[in-house]
């Protein structure tokens, strides 16, 4: 049990002197409550993880009604030999018998359906040719075994392993653009929303807050997304409070913002969502459309979208062993506690949650420069020193986190309508953030909570951000709180109370203390949940690929 501050006054433990033992005890009591859950996430398998798998290997297109062929794909292999082998063996297998090895001759029409033909290998539009004779009912899938799970074997590594390849040319391609346009000269990046949910719409609003001096463009996704167990395809414009998270969407936006980047002599990064029922199918199409940063973390999931939390731990490790090898920046959701719990009794459970992060994280293969773990700028203005907590809890996680972009995220719970008290706040927000050098810092709406923002209102909330960034960009270097003062010591107790509830949570168990509401005191047992249906253990005969690949690049790295 912890006691006292965990404050050192005099040391040389950064601004706050924090006692490096007790550090050094919360990382060790963080790796202990995740492991059992990592442990479970390597032994089970989910559909979007199997979908994410032929989606590398090739699997595009949907059919008339908008189901996803690979949707089709995996429903019609589950049917038959169920989900905890994979689907990889069973589809490779029938690949092989459907169409002959070497897979030739098929190729994609102009509305994304496969048709037979001559020409080069096309395994990804004869998996698809395949997904639509499953869903007519003329292929039979099994298990194989002995020469046969051999071909299939080596079949479907090496076409997930193209798609793999693929990932890792739009990883360096971003290298190459970073290099060519440079990065923004000022650190936090801004970042900025939009949401029309019509990304012809999106587009132009993004080109337009680039050019207002945004550095990161969020699309955020229409309404109840994360409750869709499939991935619509295509260009959509009929989104509700944003827009479809699609393959085409995200290709449409990147290319928008690659022109600003030209334009602008800077490179401009785009943000979605891997988050939700799909979070590894989005993880994938992210990779092979070069976004930057993706929202990604369960307990957003499980807590607010009521997703099965044994469900949302399996996506997620697959999803950041993607996001590793795609050099994508994941944001986490600490934020959204504070939504729902009180910022200052709560404050430790986003630094408890900012460790599991971290240890999660880095067990997927992630490195510190992607870890953009979140925290927020939600303490009730009425309380006496607000601004000051603000300060501790801000200091404390950059402290914590030296080498993560950390991710700030601005005042939403408090917002009352008053855009002049508003937009103070957000340049309260603005100035916590540039005191303590946070890296990512999302732009404040003074309209939070009236209306979905219009371009001037943006363009007003930008003023705001630079001419903080201008005026005092450079304070962090002046700012040193006293030594045992009040915001020393507000941050020795929030990082003493997170030990304390860390070993909690590894005597309970970390599904336990999720069940139990400790994180923005909703309740979500680990036996209920959306999508727990889709969801199994491995068998002894499961197979991955992409997971194989994955993990042996981890293993090299």
């Not at 506690?337 to 200052?344: F, P």
Request: aromatic residues 6%; neutral net charge; charged residues 25%.
């Amino acid at each position: 049990m912890v006691t006292g501050s965990g404050v050192r006054p005099g040391s040389a433990g950064g601004k706050l002197g924090l006692d490096p033992r007790l550090v050094r005890r919360a990382r060790e009591l963080a790796r202990r409550a995740g492991q059992p859950v990592v442990e479970l996430a390597r032994g089970h398998t989910t559909v979007s993880v199997e979908r994410a798998v032929l989606r590398l290997a090739g699997v595009t297109g949907a059919d008339p009604d908008g189901i996803p062929w690979v949707n089709r794909l995996v429903d019609a292999v589950v049917a038959e030999v169920g989900l905890a082998h994979g689907v990889a063996l069973p589809v490779f297998d029938a690949l092989v018998r459907e169409l002959g090895p070497p897979v030739r001759g098929a190729r994609s029409t102009a509305n994304g359906v496969a048709s037979a033909g001559t020409g080069a290998a096309d395994v990804g539009a004869a998996l698809t040719l395949l997904a639509q004779k499953a869903a007519a009912g003329s292929v039979r899938f099994g298990v194989p075994s002995g020469r046969a799970a051999g071909s299939a074997r080596s079949a479907a590594r090496r076409a997930v392993g193209a798609g793999l390849r693929r990932i890792d040319r739009r990883r360096a391609e971003r290298d190459r653009l970073v290099r060519r346009h440079g990065d923004p000269r000022q650190r936090p990046w801004i970042y900025l929303i939009v949401a029309t949910g019509d990304i012809y719409e999106d587009i132009p609003q993004a080109q337009a807050a680039a050019r207002a001096g945004a550095d990161v463009i969020a699309v955020i996704r229409s309404t109840g997304q994360s409750l869709l167990d499939y991935v619509p395809e295509g260009a959509t414009r009929e989104g509700f409070a944003g827009t479809y998270a699609t393959q085409e969407n995200f290709r449409l936006m990147r290319a928008a913002l690659d022109a600003s980047s030209k334009e602008l002599g800077r490179y401009v990064r785009l943000t979605n969502y891997a988050s939700g029922l799909c979070m590894p199918e989005m993880a994938v199409l992210a990779g092979l459309e070069r976004l930057d940063m993706m929202l990604n973390d369960s307990m957003y999931g499980i807590l607010f979208r009521d997703i099965n939390p044994v469900r949302t731990f399996v996506d997620q490790r697959f999803s950041r062993q993607v996001h590793a090898r795609a050099g994508i920046i994941i944001n986490t959701g600490e934020d959204n506690y504070l939504t729902t719990a009180d910022a200052v009794d709560e404050a430790h459970t986003v630094t408890v949650s900012q460790l599991l992060n971290e240890f999660f994280a880095h067990e997927a293969g992630l490195a510190d420069r992607q870890l953009g773990l979140g925290h927020a700028f939600e303490i009730d203005p009425a309380v006496p020193e607000s601004f000051r907590l603000e300060l501790a809890h801000a200091l404390l996680a950059r402290e914590l986190f030296p080498d993560a972009p950390l991710k700030w995220m601005p005042p939403t719970r408090h917002m009352t309508g008053d855009v002049f008290r508003g937009n103070l706040l957000d340049g309260f927000f603005n100035l916590v953030g540039t005191m303590t050098r946070q890296d990512i810092l999302l732009v404040g709406m003074m309209t939070e909570a009236v209306v979905t923002p219009w371009l001037s209102d943006r363009d007003i909330a930008l003023q705001n951000v630079r001419y903080v960034l201008g005026a005092a960009g450079g304070l962090h270097e002046d700012f040193v709180p006293a030594p045992g003062g009040f915001i020393q010591q507000r941050a020795g107790r929030v990082l003493g109370e997170a030990v304390e509830l860390l070993e909690r949570i590894v005597d309970d168990g970390l599904l336990t203390a999720i069940a139990d509401g400790t994180f923005g005191i909703t309740k979500r047992p680990a036996d209920r949940g959306r999508g727990l249906d889709g969801v199994a253990a491995h068998a002894d005969d499961y197979y991955n690929p992409a997971t194989e690949l994955l993990e042996s690049a981890e293993e090299g790295s």
